[in-house]
């Protein structure tokens, strides 16, 4: 199993920014699509954003035109840069590899990084 290290939450008005890291091992980052998912407190996991090994981005209708994904290849880093942020976006945010099945997905969930936005 290996867990993916996400960093960069914390505490912030509505209305700012936030710029989330994920640490990811090179063997697996080179290849591989990456994404971002959130839980919100008695919610399921939900998916927010996904860039594929060649840059190309999805995002989903609640966070489109607000939150930029990104990855450093050189770094093996993805990051989550949220701007205008709302008290909705309050979740744990996970990083992982969204075209893998479920299964596969669940031996590389991490702790997550916790953002909360407050109104």
């Known amino acids: 199993q290996v867990q993916l290290v996400e960093s960069g939450g914390g505490l912030v008005q509505a209305g700012g920014s936030l710029r989330l890291s994920c640490a990811v091992p090179?063997?697996?980052?080179?290849?591989?699509?990456m994404g971002w998912y959130r839980q919100a407190p008695g919610k399921q996991r939900e998916w927010v954003a996904t860039?594929?090994?060649?840059?190309?981005?999805n995002y989903a209708d609640t966070v489109k035109g607000r939150f930029t994904i990104s990855r450093d290849n050189t770094k093996n880093t993805l990051y989550l840069q949220m701007n205008s942020l709302k008290p909705e976006d309050t979740a744990v945010y996970y990083c992982?590899?969204?075209?893998?099945?479920?299964?596969?997905?669940?031996?590389?969930w991490g702790q997550g990084t916790q953002v909360t936005v407050s109104s």
């Open positions: 992982n590899l969204p075209a893998r099945s479920p299964r596969e997905r669940a031996m590389y």
């Open positions: 090179g063997s697996i980052f080179s290849v591989n699509s």
């Open positions: 860039i594929t090994s060649g840059g190309t981005t």
